[in-house]
């Protein structure tokens, strides 16, 4: 996947972070003081929603029955299939992934600010990012932060939340994938946004 590098000097800055660790709002804030940020996530989900660009390969490969009554892909199905035959995880990743890539250069090429921000949870997790990125910049808490925040916003029970912390790297990993550090950490967002507004000036904003 390439981002594209535009003609004029952009920092094309990662953002990542564990699962509650604050990435969205750290990103919501530095947009809010001038940066342009590409969700990878909201992107990939984009593709399969309804209408989305990968939903005619996907009827194809797999079966009309895999799209929802909405036009959407039918998740829970994919999932059982995957999960039951693990090599068609590749056979959608190879329509899917492709197509992410795209629009992301796309969104990346009509970016207008000085920075562009990448936010993407399972940065470290893909090795492919790191070489079209200048700068990674990661949100850290406490794992029992991460764990109270998710409780909080999405009502999930621990051993979920545990399990969704199994899937993604360590913090010890990410923090070592790190240019930046932003220790989200304690209740309250003043502090958040006093680092954000740090890191703008920092970087020109
Ligand atoms: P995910 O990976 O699950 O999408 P995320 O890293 O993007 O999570 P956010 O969605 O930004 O995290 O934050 C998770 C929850 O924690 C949200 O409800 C957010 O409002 C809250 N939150 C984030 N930072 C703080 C903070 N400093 N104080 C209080 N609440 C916070």
Redesign the pocket.
Known sequence: MSTATPARQVLRLGLT????????????MLQSLGADVIDA?AVSRATTASGGAAIAAIAQAFGQEFIDADGALDRARMRALVFSQPEQRKVLENIVHPLVGQEIRKLALQATSRVLIF?V?LLVESPHWRGQLDRVLV?D?LPAT?IR??T???GWDLTTIEA?MRNQCSREQRLAAADFVVF??????D??QHLAQALAKRFGL
């Open positions: 972070g564990g699962i509650g660790s604050g990435k969205s709002t750290l990103a919501n996530d936010d949870p949100v808490c991460q925040r998710v909080q916003r999405s969704a989200n950490e304690g209740e309250g967002l502090n958040l």
